[in-house]
């Protein structure tokens, strides 16, 4: 039904900058996206960013200040501006996003397949 892709993701030294992006196809009837997580080895996936309700956002406390949600509801995509990478910040980052599911006349949840991202020391 929705198809999520995020793009962006490499090998960058520590200090640098990557933008994450995540388009969204298919039948995206009332599309929200709702936000970035990541997963490092051997760890539980967890929240990076999200978007609030009231449309504002929230940031783990080991990135704010450093990288920034945003999304271009016009083009469906939503963003991830990671900056002053560390280490500690290697790890697959998938983006998440609702959508109504005609089928199931039901809000379905929907992630992509993942980007990675390897900050090098």
């Known amino acids: 039904q929705v198809q999520l892709v995020e793009s962006g993701g490499g090998l960058v030294q520590a200090g640098g900058s990557l933008r994450l992006s995540c388009a969204a196809s298919?039948?995206?009837?009332?599309?929200?996206?709702i936000g970035w997580y990541r997963q490092a080895p051997g760890k539980q996936r967890e929240l990076v960013a999200r978007f609030t309700s009231d449309g504002s956002t929230n940031y783990a406390d080991s990135v704010k200040g450093r990288f920034t949600i945003s999304r271009d509801n016009a083009k469906n995509t939503m963003y991830l501006q990671m900056n002053s990478l560390k280490p500690e910040d290697a790890a697959v980052y998938y983006c998440?996003?609702?959508?109504?599911?005609?089928?199931?006349?039901?809000?379905?949840?929907?992630w992509g397949q993942g980007t990675q991202v390897t900050v090098s020391s």
């Open positions: 998440n996003a609702n959508a109504f599911n005609r089928a199931t006349m039901s809000i379905g949840g929907y």
């Open positions: 298919g039948r995206l009837f009332s599309l929200t996206f």
